[in-house]
């Protein structure tokens, strides 16, 4: 279409095609074809450019399953879990190899929330960079520039940072806390300010109840450490005092026996991983002697482990003789003299 520009007197002819159309395009062939501007612009809107965000949706799509399908293989291979090589070479054996019993129901079921977690997780990021991603090619493809809202999203952003920080930061801790799987469903950790066995982990709390039962909820950017005592394995360390005037030597061959006892006990096979030690004398208290004795256990079975141990050590002891420390406490009290001897008497 012809435009005609008056400047002055003079009139200048000026070709404005209105047609937007770009080499190698399905405006350009029909425009060659027909020879038709307007015949052009309008299979460009009609045909071209629904053609295009039809394929970009598609595009979005198939790249959404692909990623999708690769982070569910990998959530397959979490479940399945890989101890630390030397943790391996250490549990070769079959009777600790048992002990662990990696494919126990609550170990498994832990491991699969852990790994479920992390695929919900990469997947609504996943999803997230694709939308974000086709919906700016929408935009650049319907004519418009897409430099400002780009712009405006980073000064956003950095907004929401400042006004958000400890959110942001939960979120963070969250998201390496299942990573690196610090802990997960089930496990029995202490967390500074609370401690017990947790019930729920997600991207901005942990929640944990207590051996009162009492439920915590902990923020995940709060937690600057965690002990978690039901990871791989444990131990239960138990200290036994005697007194001063016993045998040590007799009292580490009864700790011994006793703890060899529960080592081949049918009823404890599995959760007692390696033979159990007599460490020796721990200490030298006001009360007597401390000698301590460890046994590795499976993890969270140390607890009963210990309580089984003391019963057994109680009943030993009695029967050998072994009596055990008890405090010594020495109270002195000096009395008042009584009135009737502080009054004066009289001689006859």
């Not at 935009?139 to 956003?156: F, K, M, N, T, V």
């Not at 907004?159 to 610090?182: N, W, Y």
């Not at 401690?195 to 709390?205: I, K, N």
Request: proline share 3%; net charge negative; hydrophobic share 45%.
């Amino acid at each position: 279409m012809n435009v005609t520009e008056v400047s002055g007197s003079e009139t200048v002819p000026l070709t404005t095609p209105l047609t937007t159309c770009t080499d190698g395009n399905l405006c350009t062939l029909v425009r060659d074809w027909t020879g038709s501007d307007t015949a052009a612009n309008v299979t460009d809107w009609v045909v071209g450019k629904p053609s295009a965000l039809i394929g970009l949706i598609v595009i979005g799509l198939l790249a959404r399953w692909l990623l999708h399908r690769v982070i569910d293989r990998v959530v397959k291979r979490a479940e399945v879990g890989v101890l630390p090589n030397r943790l391996s070479r250490a549990i070769s054996g079959s009777r600790a190899g048992a002990a662990l019993n990696l494919r126990d129901d609550a170990t498994y079921t832990r491991r699969v929330q852990r790994a479920a977690t992390m695929g919900t997780l990469l997947k609504s990021i996943v999803s997230g960079v694709v939308f974000t991603v086709i919906t700016l090619m929408f935009i650049a493809e319907l004519g418009y520039d897409i430099a400002p809202l780009i712009a405006s999203a980073g000064i956003i952003g950095v907004a929401l940072g400042f006004g958000s920080q400890a959110l942001v930061k939960d979120f963070l801790s969250g998201i390496f806390m299942i990573f690196e799987d610090q802990y997960g469903v089930g496990d029995v950790v202490d967390l500074g300010e609370a401690s017990g066995t947790v019930e729920a982990v997600s991207l901005r709390v942990t929640r944990l109840r207590d051996v009162n039962g009492t439920v915590w909820y902990v923020r995940n950017g709060e937690i600057l450490r965690v002990g978690n005592m039901s990871q791989n394995w444990a131990r239960t360390v138990l200290d036994v005092t005697v007194g001063y005037t016993e045998d040590l030597a007799q009292v580490r061959r009864v700790l011994e026996d006793v703890a060899h006892d529960l080592w081949m006990d049918e009823d404890f096979k599995g959760l007692i991983i390696e033979e159990p030690e007599v460490w020796g004398v721990e200490s030298l208290g006001v009360d007597g002697i401390v000698v301590r004795v460890t046994l590795k256990t499976a993890p969270m079975e140390q607890w009963g482990i210990a309580r089984a141990m003391r019963e057994r050590v109680k009943a030993r002891f009695q029967h050998e003789g072994i009596e055990l420390a008890v405090a010594q406490r020495v109270m002195w009290q000096e009395s008042a003299p009584s009135a009737a001897s502080a009054e004066p008497t009289e001689e006859a």
